[in-house]
């Protein structure tokens, strides 16, 4: 078996769709394929960009055309300028990019949290429910922070059980909203991102000038996360997966 079988072999065991990273770590358990290579993992991002079975949904995110259909009844749908504002496709980049934290969190040995109303949303060929590691948000303080950060997006806890990182993913919703909830929880010692395409950034900027935020971004407890960046992160992530020991 060749490398690009290999490769479509696992997107049919994978449902026809993958993450690079799900890729990178399940095709190697094909036995009857070689990989005579010191850079498997840019491998197969070759295979996926360059075959004509295979095609893009979103960045890191691929998929097999015979299963095209089947995705899409899923809500699994290519962005165009056409249907970039419907309902389907804002809700899919939310839990795709929700995805993306949830196995960040997870590889970096974090308990991860997304709140209870996206536990059914999907992320590739996997519930956002079945990935986080923690499926009631712990009670680390007073019960009204607690409920107030019920409802962010993708928490990781550390092995405390505090709180160490809220991200907020901001597809087209109101930046405001999310950092009005970082303002609440601003007295713990917790990283705050707002996850957002790079064409927010202005628009992120411009409400953190706001003098209701002055504190928060004088104390830079607020960072604008890039939706390239982190598939970027992602990608290194996993990519680090594969090395048994780091000098960085």
């Known amino acids: 078996m060749n490398q690009k079988e290999a490769v479509i072999q696992t997107l049919e065991k994978l ?6 990273g ?21 491998s197969i991002r070759r295979i996926v960009q360059e075959h004509e079975e295979i095609y893009k949904i979103k960045p890191g995110l691929w998929a097999l ?7 899409e ?26 995805g993306l934290l ?17 536990k059914n949303k999907f992320f ?5 429910g079945d990935m ?23 928490i990781w806890f550390n092995e405390r059980n505090m709180p160490d990182s809220f991200f907020e993913v901001e597809h087209s919703t109101d930046i405001q ?21 790079e064409r927010r950034h202005e628009e992120y900027n411009k409400k953190l000038d706001y003098s209701s935020f002055a504190k928060m971004k004088n104390d830079k407890r607020v960072e604008f996360l890039s939706y390239d960046e982190l598939e970027r992160q992602y990608r290194q992530t996993i990519e680090l997966q594969n090395i048994h020991t780091l000098i960085i």
Request: aromatic fraction near 12%.
């Open 15 to 20: 449902g026809g769709i993958a993450t690079l």
């Open 177 to 197: 909203n999310s950092l009005m909830k970082f303002y609440d929880l601003q007295d713990f010692y917790t990283r705050m991102f707002i996850v957002a395409d």
């Open 73 to 98: 009844q899923r809500g699994i749908i290519v962005e165009t300028e056409k249907n970039k504002n419907s309902k389907e496709v804002k809700e899919f980049n939310h839990s795709y990019y929700q």
């Open 132 to 154: 986080r590691t923690i499926q009631n948000i712990p009670n680390y303080s007073f019960d009204n922070f607690v409920s107030r950060s019920s409802t962010i997006d993708v």
């Open 102 to 118: 949830l196995t960040i969190g997870n590889l970096l040995h974090y308990g991860t949290f997304v709140p209870n109303q996206d």
């Open 22 to 42: 799900q890729l990178n770590q399940e095709v190697f358990k094909i036995k009857d394929c070689e990989w005579k290579t010191k850079t498997p993992f840019a």
């Open 124 to 128: 590739a060929n996997e519930k956002l």
């Open 65 to 71: 055309k015979s299963h095209k259909k089947e995705l």
